[in-house]
Structures are given as structure tokens and as C-alpha cells.
């Protein structure tokens, strides 16, 4: 993020772009796509994010796609955060963890998304596993879409808000980090008031921008004093300014100024 802003672009070939790039719905036009979102940005932004579903729709092509695409977008020097959201009782757990925290494994990545509805406690196989790895995670606190607040607001036995339990237990794991531990969480820029301490001592994902009406003066306002953690994700406000990789990196360009202006 120093070297090259904080952004991370989501790659997210949702039908509607791959017409838009005069791409055919099927696994050649992912392929194009992927090539040409990668071959635009991975030497320009700190950490690329494929979104999995997109890839698996086309069941294992698809899948042999998104491995091409982590493979050449950690050749050509960004980060990638894999965004699968996997959450799983803790022997399952440890099968996700060895499917892409393991760096034998095809689809290892630099991080990846979980999420903790069956107890972040559960997701310890894979947190072990990202330390190990020398990789990261960003497990899911307070989402960007309207419908998680009633969820992630709920309130604990002990008082606490699910999120805040989520926050607590990440804080606790990266406790003795410096300068920023490798256990995130996901904060959408969308969010009201968070609430619950943002000052995990990690990294702070924050997707919401752009499409879903997030604006860099909302970081500010949601992440207050840790706004320097935050690792804030665009995906299909980049990506319609494709499909020319000039007007890609133009747009990579343009979002990361605001940023930088933003976030001081
Ligand atoms: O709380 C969350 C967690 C993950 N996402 C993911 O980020 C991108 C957002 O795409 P945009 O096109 O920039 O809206 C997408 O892959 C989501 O699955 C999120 O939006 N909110």
C-alpha cells in the first residue's frame, strides 16, 4: 500500500460486464476478462480480489481460470486476497485452510475472506494455517449490505455486539504484532456507526465504495483513528471503465488520488 496506494481492485466478471467488454457469459470470455483485468493492473495495485463465485458458476474451467488468474497476478507483484467467505465446523475448517493457505495448494493466495457464523472460534484451523503461511485473513464483521447489521449488531450473552465478539477475538490474535498483525476484518465503508473498537491491530478490508455508494469521505467517517489500517475495495466501479487497459489504469489512477487525499 505504500509502494502503490491503498486500493485493492475486486476482479468480478459479473455477466452484465462481460457483455459490456463485448465478452461472450462462458469460460473464454472469463479467461479474457481475468487476462485483461491482470495484465492492466497487477504491476499498479497493491492487492487484486477475485470474487470465486464468478468463477465457479462455470463449475471446474472456471475454477481452472481463477488458478491462472492468482498464479499471474501474484507473478506480476500484487497481493491477492481470494474472496470465498468460508466458514466451516473446525475439522472442515482445516480442509478449507489446506485449500488455500497451504502454499503447495493451486489455489493458495496471500489472503482470504471468512466468515464466523458458526464462531469465529471454529475459523482457528485456518487463522493457524495463514500464520503458518506467512499469509492473511479477513474474517467478516460488519458487512457492507443493508441486511448484516441485524446480525452483526445482535447482541451477545456477555453484552458484547457478534461484531464486537468477531473484533475482540482478531485483536487478541494479533496482539503481539508489529507493525500490523495478519488476522483482518471485513468493515464495509457503508456501515453507520460501527460502535464496536475498530482497533484490531490488522488490517481493515473496506468494500462499499463506488457501486454500493460508499465515498472516500466515508472512511473518515467510519474508521475514525484506525482509517490508516484501512484497505479499501473497489470492484465494479474499476472494472466498467474497462475493457481498455489504458481506461482501467486511468480509472485505478483517479480512485487512488481521492484515496490518498482522503485517507491523509
Ligand atoms: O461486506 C462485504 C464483503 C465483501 N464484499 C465483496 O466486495 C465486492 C464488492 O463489489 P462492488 O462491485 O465494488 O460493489 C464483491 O466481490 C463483494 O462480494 C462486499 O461487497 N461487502
Not at 460486464?17 to 457469459?25: I, N, T, V
Not at 498464479?71 to 472442515?92: H, M, P, Q, W
Not at 465503508?189 to 455508494?213: C, E, F, M, R
Request: charged fraction near 20%.
Amino acid at each position: 500500500m505504500d509502494a502503490r496506494g491503498p486500493l485493492c481492485v475486486g476482479i468480478d466478471p459479473h455477466p452484465e460486464l462481460l457483455a459490456d467488454w463485448g465478452l461472450g457469459d462462458d469460460v473464454a470470455g472469463l479467461e479474457r476478462f481475468c487476462g485483461t483485468v491482470v495484465g492492466a493492473l497487477a504491476d499498479q495495485v497493491a492487492v487484486l480480489k477475485p470474487q470465486s463465485a464468478f468463477f465457479e458458476r462455470f463449475g471446474w474451467r472456471g475454477v481452472a481460470v481463477l488458478e491462472r488468474t492468482v498464479a499471474e497476478a501474484r507473478g506480476a507483484g500484487a497481493l491477492v486476497l481470494l474472496d470465498v467467505k468460508r466458514g466451516d465446523i473446525g475439522s472442515t475448517m482445516a480442509a478449507y485452510a489446506g485449500a488455500y493457505l497451504d502454499p503447495a495448494a493451486p489455489l493458495f493466495a496471500d489472503a482470504v475472506t471468512l466468515s464466523p457464523y458458526l464462531g469465529v472460534g471454529s475459523l482457528a484451523p485456518a487463522l493457524d494455517a495463514a500464520r503458518a503461511a506467512g499469509a492473511g485473513v479477513f474474517v467478516l464483521a460488519l458487512t457492507s449490505n443493508p441486511e448484516g447489521a441485524a446480525v452483526q449488531r445482535a447482541q451477545t450473552a456477555d453484552g458484547r455486539t457478534v461484531a464486537g465478539a468477531v473484533l475482540d477475538e482478531l485483536s487478541r490474535r494479533n496482539a503481539e504484532a508489529a507493525p500490523l498483525g495478519s488476522f483482518g476484518a471485513v468493515v464495509g465503508a457503508t456501515v453507520d456507526d460501527p460502535v464496536d473498537s475498530l482497533a484490531i491491530n490488522g488490517p481493515l478490508l473496506a468494500p462499499g465504495l463506488g457501486a454500493q455508494g460508499a465515498t472516500p469521505a466515508d472512511l473518515v467517517r467510519v474508521f475514525g483513528g484506525v482509517v490508516g489500517n484501512v484497505l479499501p475495495s473497489v470492484s465494479r466501479d474499476v472494472l466498467r471503465a474497462g475493457p481498455s487497459p489504458e481506461g482501467l489504469r486511468a480509472a485505478v489512477r483517479d480512485r487512488t488520488t481521492a484515496l490518498r487525499k482522503a485517507l491523509g
